[in-house]
């Protein structure tokens, strides 16, 4: 049975950091897209990152993070790490990690979906709270 079970959340003041853990179970993650999505209240869930499975891995950022998130994974743990610096009000959300069998290989162009329909497994979530 896959499991994602994500850890790291909590409250922080505008401008600090946090940084999320998703750790992967239940089969083998080696050559899978690992993903980062949140939902804000009232608001549909979106994308935020991701990371590919190769080393270094490629990542993708949604633009209003990129800068301030970093994206990264321990292969050998199995678990994959969203690093909040910066923080803003603005993503006070629960944040999930998400996965899929990567159509993405280290020579070509990276394939990038934003859409969560797209991926197979998913976290139960973790909030993260910033305030002003």
């Known amino acids: 049975q896959v499991r994602l079970v994500e850890s790291g959340g909590g409250l922080a003041q505008a401008g600090g950091s946090l940084r999320l853990s998703c750790v992967a179970s239940g089969r083998s993650f080696s050559r899978y897209t690992m993903a980062w999505f949140r939902q804000a209240p009232g608001r549909q869930r979106e994308f935020v990152a991701l990371?590919?499975?190769?080393?270094?891995?490629?990542?993708y950022y949604r633009e209003s993070v990129r800068g301030r998130f970093t994206a990264s994974r321990d292969n050998t743990k199995v678990t994959t790490y969203l690093q909040l610096t910066e923080l803003k009000p603005e993503d006070t959300a629960i944040y999930y990690c998400?996965?899929?069998?990567?159509?993405?290989?280290?020579?070509?162009?990276?394939?990038?979906?934003?859409?969560?329909?797209?991926?197979?497994?998913w976290g139960q979530g973790v909030q993260v709270t910033v305030s002003t």
């Open positions: 998400a996965t899929r069998p990567s159509e993405s290989r280290p020579s070509s162009a990276l394939k990038i979906s934003v859409r969560e329909i797209d991926y197979d497994y």
């Open positions: 990371i590919e499975w190769w080393t270094p891995a490629a990542t």
